[in-house]
């Protein structure tokens, strides 16, 4: 919530002063324009590569599981062979063990499979976000330079607009990663 009224304010009141103050001068550069439209980029860029780097433990509960059962089932072979017990119990509990290897083996290549697939989906749109700020930058490098007929009104409007589609990218990406299954 702070952060959306922070972002509001900024849209509301610094944003356009800044952009009034540097069109009356000359057009902007592309570090100018980063600073001041841009300046939670890299960091909303960090937080997915950290969510992204998140997902085995996000999506891995069956891997967990089954490697908690197997060390179990391999304790009560290691066990059973120990105490000598009976070849049909031996034999049972290594069965166990080696139905359980099996699934395990099965779920970890699902689960590599799985968090391929969410990380690719997620660079793509980061790949898209990149796109569109650069598209952003050179539209207001443009309208600094003034090779565009756009009214201080209209230019916010369209910037505001081209900055809450970036953010809400990211957010959505983030809960995709987050909120994975």
């Not at 909303?44 to 085995?56: F, G, H, M, P």
């Not at 598209?135 to 009104?153: M, P, R, V, Y």
């Not at 230019?155 to 299954?181: C, H, P, R, W, Y």
């Amino acid at each position: 919530m702070k952060k959306a009224i922070l972002l509001l304010l900024m849209f509301a009141i610094l944003i356009p002063s800044q952009v009034l103050a540097a069109t009356s001068t000359k057009a902007m550069s592309t570090s100018e324009i980063e600073k001041i439209y841009f300046e939670n980029y890299k960091d909303r860029v960090k937080e997915i590569k950290i969510a992204q780097k998140k997902l085995n433990t996000v999506l891995g509960a069956e891997v967990r599981e089954l490697t908690q059962r197997l060390s179990q089932a391999s304790a009560r072979y290691k066990n059973e062979v120990k105490n000598k017990s009976s070849k049909a119990v031996i034999a049972q509990a290594k069965a166990d063990c080696d139905k359980l290897k099996k699934q395990l083996s099965v779920a970890k290549v699902e689960l590599n499979k799985t968090v391929k697939n969410y990380k690719k989906e997620s660079e793509q749109a980061l790949k898209d976000i990149a796109n569109q700020k650069a598209e952003l930058i050179k539209f207001i490098k443009n309208h600094t330079a003034g090779k565009d007929k756009l009214t201080e009104s209209q230019f916010n409007q369209q910037v505001n607009g081209d900055i809450k589609s970036i953010d809400g990218s990211f957010t959505g990406i983030l809960k995709m990663l987050t909120e994975a299954e």
